[in-house]
């Protein structure tokens, strides 16, 4: 049922869209961009009252006819009303579980389950065009192709490795292998019910969006700054596993969500990668701070060296430690998005970092 948030009623001749996980980071990018497109928006959250996660919710209403519903992954009919009269449905909520006892039951089933609850209701609605879900580059990367001496390009083609996954618990092998059996399930039922599915593959996501709190991956991103060991650690893995860090703005993950909404030959999946860094590169050749207006400019490893006591050569050596030198690189192409017409409007460090750098400071992410 519907929470108390709710604007006033949808234009009947606006096209109506539904976003899953409306309090979530990319959620409330993407409500904020379908209303700005002149969609009447239904969300869901799992506690309409909650105004901690939520109050953006009441801000995004002022953009257009956004109606916010209760629903709960876990609960099958739940998502009914959410999206009956819906002419596209994009699944963006997900369990994320870094620390879960037993990730299998904790993330791995509800994910799945939580997928195919909410395209239950889409055949239930009778009326959604196409289903857009959002899942996630872990579910194409493979770390078993490491170590043959030679270069990958990955494309939707590549899944990871659910076997090696599972045995070998490299870290977020649970998020990994969610991603794959959720998408892999979604697909299946999209076939034996005739719903039209898109899955979109986006890499690490940054860059300001609505939600007053941020997800991992801006947490992780701002480490260079901030100098946060667990964020720091876990770029340096990315970096070990694949030679680059792959990033994506948040707007242009939405941009492309919509347009494979729309796009009526869109089919299967996409990965959703704007640019493709070295870490080395964020930490020697990225002036993260500084928009020309006065505010000084400082690179990471000087801002680290001010805030968190870490040396520039220290840090330098940590992101560029030998045994990563010759190491083949692992990357992904986002070439089959662009081959059918997607243009990406964020294509520069400094342009990216920038927002990412406000969104921190706003968010308390940043000490400064």
Not at 49 to 59: E, P, V
Not at 275 to 302: S, W, Y
Request: hydrophobic share 40%.
């Amino acid at each position: 049922m519907a929470g108390d948030m709710s604007s006033s009623a949808g234009d009947n001749n606006k096209k109506t869209a539904c976003v899953t996980g409306g309090s979530g980071y990319i959620g409330s990018a993407l409500i904020k961009l379908l209303l700005e497109e002149g969609y009447a928006v239904k969300t869901t959250v799992r506690n309409p009252d909650d105004m901690q996660k939520n109050s953006h919710l009441k801000g995004l209403q002022q953009l257009g006819p956004l109606t916010v519903f209760r629903a709960d992954m876990d609960e099958e009919d739940s998502f009914d009303d959410a999206v009956a009269g819906c002419d596209y449905v994009f699944l963006v909520a997900a369990p994320l579980n870094f620390s879960a006892q037993d990730p299998e039951k904790e993330q791995i089933e509800p994910a799945v389950r939580g997928t195919l609850n909410a395209m239950r209701s889409c055949v239930k609605a009778g009326t959604v065009r196409r289903v857009i879900l959002t899942s996630s580059v872990a579910a194409v990367i493979r770390p078993d192709l490491q170590g043959d001496g030679h270069g990958h390009v990955l494309d939707e083609d590549s899944w990871s490795d659910v076997e090696y996954l599972r045995a070998n618990k490299p870290p977020t092998w649970a998020h990994c292998v969610s991603k794959v059996l959720l998408e892999k399930e979604a697909c299946r039922f999209a076939e034996e019910h005739g719903i039209s599915l898109v899955t979109v593959c986006p890499v690490i996501v940054v860059g300001a969006a609505p939600a007053p709190k941020a997800r991992s991956s801006i947490v992780d991103c701002l480490s260079l700054l901030s100098g946060d060991e667990a964020g720091l650690a876990m770029l340096k893995g990315i970096q070990k596993s694949s030679g680059e860090v792959q990033l994506v703005h948040v707007d242009d993950l939405c941009r492309a969500e919509l347009f494979l909404a729309e796009a009526a030959a869109a089919n299967g999946r996409y990965i959703c990668s704007s640019l493709n860094p070295a870490l080395v590169e964020l930490a020697r050749e990225n002036k993260f701070v500084g928009n020309g207006n006065g505010r000084p400019q400082f690179r990471a490893v000087d801002i680290l060296y001010m805030f968190a006591g870490v040396s520039s050569s220290d840090f330098l050596h940590f992101i560029c430690s030998d045994d990563d030198e010759e190491r083949p690189r692992v990357s992904v192409s986002s070439e089959k998005l662009v081959r059918e017409g997607f243009q990406y409007r964020h294509n520069t460090l400094d342009e990216i970092y920038d927002n990412v750098v406000e969104y921190g400071k706003a968010l308390g992410i940043l000490p400064y």
